[in-house]
């Protein structure tokens, strides 16, 4: 007879490890040009639980838009397409959701936010009744309930002069203000997670941190998952609990965020850690790193930081370190520095 005081026995899986709320895996995506396919994403993956914020850095055309128009199935032509891979949230694999299934996701369970809000912001529309649209497309609440449930989502985006942003067109109000008129139709569904893509570029030192904190509060509060978007390092350390850092279309690095600052293990994280006093404000120059980005057009084999790597190997040429990157593990690294694991270059 088996022990009935095991959790087994008792027809329950013992400890069982929450599924993640966003499991990305092999994603790899092609976007079609005139000039040819350009292989945007290769083998991209990346997890997000509960209640907890990732940051997805590197510099720009590094593949960290395609990665969130990926995931939301919004590629910039109707040519371009997902190649390979797979995007389950909540269990569910979006990538095989129809054009209408999809469209219950956007919005209700993911939401997204964009560095430029006037351009997802009806310039001919109040912001109370943009925000009361969403919510009633969704079906979230309708009549009577439907300007409570305005002013609880520009509430919960901190936003206290509720009745004049309700009432302002979005160009009456401020850079900071039409931000947070954004999240607040973000999070009028009440979405589970958030991808938010460079979502304080434009905005000045002291409203962009206001609008970080209020980021991870909302991680915390509503133990909502976040994926946060940035070419700059420096937006990182208050706000995610872990980093994946992408090149040229590659997760090339993860870690929990104390550990990637601490002892970053990829030679291009550290250039990109080195250089990031030397960041400007929409400028995502390495000073420390010399060359370019490999043209997407044609990916080199092998390791595409190598040719600007000051510790590249032959094996490098010949063998892409990224399809090791163990995302079970709590870090790693896609350099072949690490493949025995000993963390020293
Ligand atoms: N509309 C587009 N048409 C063709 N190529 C694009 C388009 N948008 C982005 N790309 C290419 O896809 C790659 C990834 O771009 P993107 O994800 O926008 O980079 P990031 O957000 O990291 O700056 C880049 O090589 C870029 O040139
Ligand atoms: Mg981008």
Redesign the pocket.
Known sequence: MSDPSTAASAGRTPNPVPAPLLDVGGLSTE?R?RKGV?H?LDNVGFVVRRGEAIAIV?E???????TARSIMRVL?RSTDRVASGHVRFAGRDLLSLSESGMRKVRGADIAMIFQDPMSYLDPLMRVGDQIAEVIRAHGKASGEGLEKAVEDALASARISDIRRVAGSYPHQLSGGLRQRALIAMALACEPELLIADEPTTALDVTTQKQILQLLRHLVEERQMGLVLITHDLGVVANVCDRVYV?YA?QVIEHAGVHDFFERPQHPYSRGLLASLKSLCEGDAHLSSIPGVVPN?LAPPAGCRFRARCGFSMDVCAKQDPTVRLDHGKDRDAGCWLFKDGSGHV
């Not at 720009?60 to 395609?66: A, N, P, Q, V």
């Open positions: 976007l040009t350009v945007a590197g720009s055309g590094c593949g960290k838009s395609m910039p992408m279309g997407l």
